[in-house]
């Protein structure tokens, strides 16, 4: 009997320890460690309400305990008919009037930060960057139609950028966890959501409205640079000229398997609006390719063969004629030398 | 007291029996058995879902079909296996504890089942074509953007589904309000019938939402037509209005019935009355009528503005109050009490905690900016799973011990039953516990794979663990089903100790007419106060006569059969014409019914008083 | 207990619609499912207000709608909610000939009042190309008169079915619910087309 019982014992501390090391979940990702404005709002409201319905949760317990210690049915008694009670009026008056009071702890700050955080009169002397939600990827212009990017959202640390946010299918929701809650990207309206990172970084976004098979691979990064780096991207963005030819000579002949396949047709290099597949300026300094995996070459590669084998359901798969490997090494090598500026992924969180 | 004399019969007769009864007693069976059939369907798609996630970036199956795994595990579960074993139960019930022979309108009672099946049915063949892939809300925009015929099915399923429930609701409403027995006043009214009640109120007034926003977007993808349709100035957001406006109160359909059972087991196995009858009373109505006014908290983060969600979230905040005047009310009803621990109370002692954490994270969630981070990920899945898990599965399982005896004569095995619990409960735990940080570490819902790397193999991994518990625990219940049918010992007509009358019948199960004669109520608690300060037996309210019964008709299963066939017209008509002859078919036959219903005059028949006299004995 | 349902001036009684248990149930169920009735009409009531201007281009209701028309019709309807009075009236008076006759001049009334509404939708498909595919506004539209034309439809298929079923057979404490049902039924599609004529016509052409 002992050794079973230490043998349990063992398992839980085992087991505490091993959810305690991951109770937070990964750095910049979760929402349980907040790094941006949004984010604090909502965790102090969660902490807020965590810790009142635990206390109603331990009066609950504490009396189903009580009733299961003192009021099990005896033995040799089971006759016993208890007293019959209708009911307490002052009893039954406390638990209706306390909840009340619990509510209405919970409810005021709760309609407070509502109010704040849908207060977007500030818009117009602050960044604002309009976001459309694709199947599956995010696409993101900046500065009225100047330069855009797609996946990677550069903002500058410890400021407020608006986000006037669209679909262009279906709904999907934009979601940092660590620097803001979520807000649905709708295809009728757009919807405007503030974000303010509180450190530099790479945060990982999410799509979190059920959009079709490629949903749980429509991630997406908000990097937080310093606003002097962020200043520096912009003027780097904006001086991206699409029409140069890379030195390097298999690049050169990817940038014409580029164009020679219609890759054009869909992905824009240099500023423009419209976005039926991503826009690949500055390819190199990507976070990952499609969102969710490594950024190598040789994942890039394999993507451009068969994009279905990492995003299932996505619009680019046979929008294209088949192309060997070595041509898809090529296009490759041409966008993995698209580098228009020096403030990458890295330069976050220096 | 040979009254359920067992004759041996064909199993043709038998068949026929079911087929065409008009008998609330056995449309229960139908309908647990429907209902336990799409049940344990809808458990392994949920296996199937947990198996996916065990490991990051798993490919156990691919992700359209796991797409359309989520949504039928949900559209299963909630329409074609909670409501029915529910519905099930009442009719097993609730015509019995107002002291009824049968509902108002029996015959619509059947329809109201084999809709349901035909619907179930029609929804479920589409696996064999491609299922609904859109979740189980199948909002508008997905929903339209959805390939092949899996969301017609959806629509075309449910939409026959859902009528069968809204003539559910209407015939109890009728039964309660006409049928009580003398002296049932409604205030004497056990607590599950009155849940009866306000759950079918609440089918009432929010089945037309659903059937609307079905008809809507049926007509968008059948027939061209723009609610949804952006570019001809059509809004997705009303669809989401419209299907909450809906699902809110779907969800306190799915709960209060149970609400009102625990009240029952509690108090009957305690030996103790019901704690503040009145005040359980109101606060379920409270609670009812709440449930209608928050729908928007599935919509925080939608956009609909401050003020909106302000509302909305004090609103559902405000749900806490009467939820928490019943559970303390529980909690006060053993007190003091004699409480015998069997497999029935021993899931209602789970259900306490169990669905106390599942409240306490609803208010969390009512709280809107909160919800900014809880909003479609993996902690509103915990939260709806302790709900209706630990809720109304929970109290479907104790509903079933209970009243297995009033079903079927025989009660279940009392250690498999602890078995399952035990097994079920910790599984329920291990599965659902963990989910609320997933969801808070990132994880939203209605992910095909996780990612590696991103503190989520750990959860997932315990998550999986504890769906094998929760399967395991209902194959023990199966067994045990099997097991008590052969050899379970046969239960009297009052087998607890029992209050209410439901118990107070010639026999378990009781004689197809019920009551002999109607029962005369004196106060809460009929059979119990008969057994203190009577004879232990209800006083008759009428002298031994004739009983009207209602005959047995094979209509309504042709009816539904009618509809079946239409719906395949409907999904298919866009491919081919031709499919409009099993279309406007179908609905010709259906009507046919109606009409033959309708014109052929059915008086019922009587059971003559010289027959009752001699069964007395 | 009898089986014999027919009634006799002498042991009328003064509902013979809810002398039965039958009938009792089949009027408390009757007023259920028009609860229900009311809010799949506000369902689509609501979506056509929030559809009502999303024209996308094509003709909206000022451009269309004439009052007259829609008027003539209100007055049909309205006067066959009065018909089905009198006829459930003679009811309670076991007068069976004049019930029928007003129960007849009911479904004429509520048959011209369908007819104006087919004439009327025509008039929008050839005059306005307006369909309910043209907008969400058509769809919308269409939805909430068409749902109603199809009640009233429905109602008056069933009191045609009504009347020769029990043409030869008078009134009796079985088919007197019966009537009553649909007259109940039949107040209540005049109802909602009282909030048609609002919220539709009325506030289509004015605001």
């Known amino acids: 009997m002992k050794g079973w019982m230490g043998k349990i014992k063992a398992l839980l501390v085992f087991s505490a320890l091993a959810l305690f090391l991951t109770a937070c979940g990964k750095d910049n990702l979760t929402a349980l460690v907040p790094k941006g404005y949004g984010a604090q709002s909502s965790m102090d409201l969660i902490i807020l309400t965590t810790v009142v319905m635990s206390f109603v949760f331990l009066v609950v317990i504490i009396a189903l305990v009580i009733v299961l210690m003192r009021y099990r049915e005896k033995k040799g008694q089971e006759d016993y008919i208890p007293k019959q009670v209708e009911g307490n009026q002052a009893l039954e008056t406390v638990w209706t009037v306390i909840p009340i009071i619990l509510v209405i702890i919970m409810a005021v700050p709760t309609i407070l930060a509502s109010f704040d955080l849908a207060d977007n009169s500030g818009a117009s002397k602050h960044l604002n960057v309009k976001v459309t939600g694709n199947q599956y990827w995010w696409h993101f212009d900046y500065e009225n139609d100047e330069f855009q990017t797609s996946q990677d959202l550069y903002i500058p640390v410890g400021e407020r950028v608006y986000l006037n946010m669209i679909s262009s299918d279906v709904v999907h929701s934009f979601w940092v966890p660590s620097i803001s809650g979520k807000l649905d990207v709708n295809p009728e309206n757009t919807n405007t959501l503030y974000i303010e990172a509180y450190e530099e970084g790479v945060y990982w976004g999410k799509c979190a409205e059920l959009c079709g098979p490629g949903h749980s691979l429509m991630d997406f990064k908000v990097i937080a640079v310093s606003k002097e780096e962020y200043e520096q991207w912009v003027a780097d963005m904006k001086a991206v000229d699409p029409e140069e030819v890379p030195q390097d000579a298999v690049a050169a002949e990817g940038k014409e398997l580029f164009e020679a396949n219609g890759c054009m047709g869909c992905h824009a290099i240099g500023a423009s609006p419209a976005q039926v597949g991503p826009n690949l300026t500055n390819y190199a300094n990507r976070t990952t390719v499609a969102g969710v995996k490594e950024h190598s070459k040789d994942v890039l590669v394999q993507w451009i063969l068969n994009p279905e084998q990492y995003k299932p359901g996505n619009l680019m798969t046979g929008k294209y004629p088949e192309l060997s490997e070595d041509e898809a090494d090529k296009i490759a090598e041409y966008l993995l030398q698209l580098d228009a500026t020096d403030i990458t992924p890295e330069s976050a969180g220096k | 007291m040979s009254i359920a004399a067992t004759q041996k019969r064909s199993f043709g007769a038998f068949l026929w029996d079911y087929l065409t009864t008009v008998d609330h007693k056995k449309i229960a069976h139908l309908y647990l058995f429907g209902g336990g059939f799409f049940f344990l369907l809808g458990g392994l798609e949920a296996v199937v879902i947990r198996i996916q996630l065990i490991k990051p970036e798993n490919d156990f199956i691919s992700a359209g079909f796991y797409n359309e795994m989520i949504t039928m595990h949900g559209t299963t579960m909630i329409f074609l296996a909670a409501m029915p074993i529910i519905i099930g139960l009442m009719n097993a019930a609730m015509p019995l504890q107002i002291g009824a022979r049968d509902v108002a309108f029996p015959f619509l009672n059947a329809l109201s089942f084999w809709l349901f099946l035909f619907g179930g049915l029609l929804l479920n063949i589409s696996w064999f074509t491609g299922a609904p892939d859109a979740g189980w809300t199948s909002y508008a925009s997905l929903a339209l953007d959805s390939p092949g015929h899996g969301i017609d099915f959806y629509i075309a399923g449910l939409q026959i589904a859902g009528a069968g429930t809204l003539m559910g609701g209407i015939n109890f409403l009728a039964t309660i309000v006409n049928m009580r027995a003398p002296g049932m006043t409604y205030m004497r009214m056990p607590l599950f019938t009155w849940a009866t009640f306000i759950t079918s109120v609440l089918i009432l007034f929010a089945f037309p939402a659903l059937t609307i926003n079905l008809f809507l977007l049926m007509f968008d993808r059948m027939f061209g037509t723009a609610f949804f349709d952006v570019a001809l100035g059509g809004n997705t957001i009303i669809y989401q209005h419209l299907f909450w406006i809906f699902g809110h109160p779907e969800v306190y359909i799915l709960i209060l019935p149970l609400f009102g059972l625990f009240s029952d087991v509690f108090s009957t196995f305690s030996k103790k009355r019901l704690f503040g009858y009145t005040a359980m009373v109101f606060a379920t109505m409270l609670i009812a009528f709440l449930g209608f006014m928050v729908w928007a908290h599935h919509m925080f983060t939608v956009g609909l503005g401050p003020v909106a969600n302000s509302i909305f979230a004090v609103g559902t905040m405000a749900i806490a109050v009467p939820t928490g005047i019943k559970i303390f009310n529980w909690l006060a009803t053993m007190w003091g009490g004699s409480v015998r621990i069997n497999t029935a109370m021993l899931w209602s002692l789970g259900f306490i905690p169990s669905f106390t954490i599942g409240g306490m994270t609803g208010v969390m969630l009512g709280s809107a900016v909160a919800d900014y981070q809880y909003h479609d990920t993996y902690f509103v899945v915990a939260h709806f799973h302790y709900v209706i898990v630990g809720g109304t599965v929970f109290g479907i399982f104790a509903g079933l011990h209970y009243w297995w005896p009033l079903m079927f004569g025989r009660i279940l095995h009392e250690g498999m039953g602890k078995l399952t619990f035990w097994t079920f409960f910790i599984g329920f735990h291990l599965t659902f516990f963990i989910q609320h940080f997933l969801g808070l570490m990132g994880m939203p819902r209605r992910y095909w794979v996780f990612l590696e790397d991103q503190g989520l193999d750990l959860g997932n991994f315990i998550s999986t663990i504890g769906a094998f518990f929760m399967s395991f625990g209902v194959i023990v219940f199966l067994i045990n089903i099997i097991y008590t049918a052969v050899k379970g010992e046969k239960a009297s007509a009052d087998p607890w100790d029992g209050r209410t009358l439901e118990w107070a019948t010639a026999s378990s199960p009781p004689p197809y007419y019920n009551f002999k004669q109607l029962p005369l109520t004196r106060g809460l608690d009929p059979l119990w106060i008969e057994k203190r300060e009577g004879n232990g037996k209800m006083t008759p309210a009428e002298p031994l006569g004739d009983i009207h019964m209602p005959n047995g008709s094979f209509t309504p299963f042709l009816m539904s059969l009618g509809f079946f066939i239409a719906g395949f017209g409907f999904i298919y008509q866009t491919d081919n014409s031709l499919w409009h002859i099993a279309l406007f078919g179908g609905m010709a036959f259906a009507l046919g019914c109606m009409i033959y219903r309708s014109i052929k005059d059915d008086h019922g028949y009587y059971i003559p008083k010289a027959e009752l006299e001699r069964e007395a004995d | ?207």
């Open chain 3, 1 to 207: 207990m009898s089986q014999d349902h027919s009634l006799y001036p002498e042991t009328m009684p003064q509902h013979p619609e809810r002398a039965t248990l039958e009938g009792k149930n089949k009027f408390m169920g009757l007023w259920f499912f028009l609860g229900g009735e009311t809010v799949l009409f506000a369902c689509l009531f609501g979506t056509y207000l929030a559809l009502k201007d999303s024209t996308a281009g094509g003709p909206s209701s000022e451009d269309m709608f004439g009052l007259g028309l829609v008027f003539i019709m209100t007055m049909l309807l309205l006067t066959s909610s009065l018909t089905s009075v009198y006829a459930m009236y003679h009811m309670r008076n076991n007068e069976f000939k004049k019930m029928m006759l007003w129960l007849g001049i009911t479904a004429l009334l509520g048959m011209g009042f369908l007819g104006l509404e087919i004439y009327e939708f025509a008039h929008y498909i050839t005059e306005y190309g307006f369909t309910f595919r043209s907008s969400a506004f058509g769809s919308a539209f269409y939805a909430l008169v068409g749902f109603h034309g199809g009640h009233v439809t429905f109602g008056i298929c069933w009191i045609i079915t009504l009347m020769i079923r029990n043409a030869k057979r008078g009134l009796n404490l079985y088919n007197a619910p019966k009537f009553n049902t649909f007259s109940l039924y039949w107040h209540f599609i005049d109802v909602i087309w009282v909030f048609v004529f609002t919220v539709v016509y009325l506030m289509g052409k004015v605001g």
